[in-house]
């Protein structure tokens, strides 16, 4: 009888080094979603700004961040990893917070013979089999952190403002992706390009959807997430939108994770 394959989660980084385009609205709200398909998601908070981890309630306990997780695996000492997994109640998922630490991090990843494989060493564990999805919200930068993310995740997901600055960094962002996997067919790394703020009364916002939908096609969500107040008050909060029936944004996030799972088969092929 063969021995059954240990289950690997679906790793999905949410990045784009342009700040400002709701990347962890949609890595809260998307990470909510999927728990609401009876999905179990941990999220990991890779940002100093710790936005995700202040949203899901995170206070300083003295547990291990992912900032002694990515020290110790550089440093190869024995990690009791779920020490670092919190679960909100509130929001009823797990999460790995980030704090001001993290902002020195990168020089310890800079010391590791593979700087870029430090977060597929981590997520590798066995502690991590019990999930279905880690969702990485990843810094707005091009560094060692997101190169790491990039490296580790099956899929990256890619939030763009509907302006002209996030749209151009898209390019940017797939050629560090095509570095990082040593690969020209990132293709198949990309989970798609998720409109976000957008404001279908301005020409510019429609303008810069088509231009998407020209460069990127299919890959482009067919969905895209309004600018609304609700998306400001929900930050302020700290709670999700997916889970009202009366939020417009909730339903477009709740669409998108149709779309994530309707795509799942694909993914784990």
């Known amino acids: 009888m063969k021995t059954k394959k240990p289950k690997k989660p679906i790793i999905i980084a949410i990045a784009n080094q342009k700040g400002?385009?709701?990347?962890?609205?949609?890595?809260?709200?998307?990470?909510?979603?999927?728990?609401?398909?009876?999905?179990?998601?941990?999220?990991?908070?890779?940002?100093?700004?710790?936005h995700l981890s202040r949203w899901l309630g995170y206070a300083q306990d003295g547990k291990p961040t992912i900032s002694e997780l990515i020290w110790q695996t550089v440093s190869k000492n024995k990690q009791?990893?779920?020490?670092?997994?919190?679960?909100?109640?509130i929001e009823n998922i797990d999460y790995i917070p980030s704090n001001f630490m993290l902002a020195g991090i990168i020089s310890i990843l800079g010391t590791d013979s593979d700087s870029t494989g430090v977060f597929s060493r981590l997520f590798a564990d066995e502690t991590f089999e019990d999930y279905d999805y880690i969702i990485i919200d990843c810094p707005p930068t091009l560094d060692l952190l997101v190169s790491n993310a990039l490296k580790a995740c099956?899929?990256?997901?890619?939030p763009v403002q509907s302006d002209y600055w996030a749209y151009e960094g898209v390019d940017q962002l797939l050629a560090t992706l095509q570095r990082?996997?040593?690969?020209?067919?990132?293709?198949?790394?990309?989970?798609?390009?998720?409109?976000?703020?957008?404001?279908?009364?301005?020409?510019?916002?429609?303008?810069?959807?088509e231009a998407l939908k020209d460069?990127?096609?299919?890959?482009?969500?067919?969905?895209?997430?309004?600018?609304?107040?609700?998306?400001?008050?929900?930050?302020?909060?700290?709670?999700?939108?997916?889970?009202?029936?009366?939020?417009?944004?909730?339903?477009?996030?709740?669409?998108v994770v149709d779309e994530i799972i309707s795509k799942e088969d694909n993914i784990n092929g």
């Open 215 to 255: 460069s990127y096609g299919n890959f482009v969500f067919d969905t895209a997430i309004s600018y609304r107040d609700e998306v400001k008050v929900a930050s302020i909060t700290h709670k999700s939108l997916v889970g009202r029936k009366s939020s417009v944004t909730g339903q477009q996030y709740m669409a």
């Open 154 to 158: 099956d899929k990256v997901l890619i």
């Open 180 to 209: 990082v996997k040593q690969t020209t067919n990132v293709e198949k790394f990309v989970l798609g390009m998720l409109v976000t703020m957008f404001n279908n009364r301005t020409n510019s916002a429609k303008a810069i959807v």
């Open 20 to 50: 400002g385009v709701a990347k962890t609205t949609t890595a809260i709200n998307i990470g909510v979603g999927l728990v609401m398909h009876n999905k179990k998601v941990l999220l990991v908070d890779t940002d100093n700004q710790s």
């Open 80 to 89: 009791l990893i779920s020490e670092a997994i919190r679960h909100s109640e």
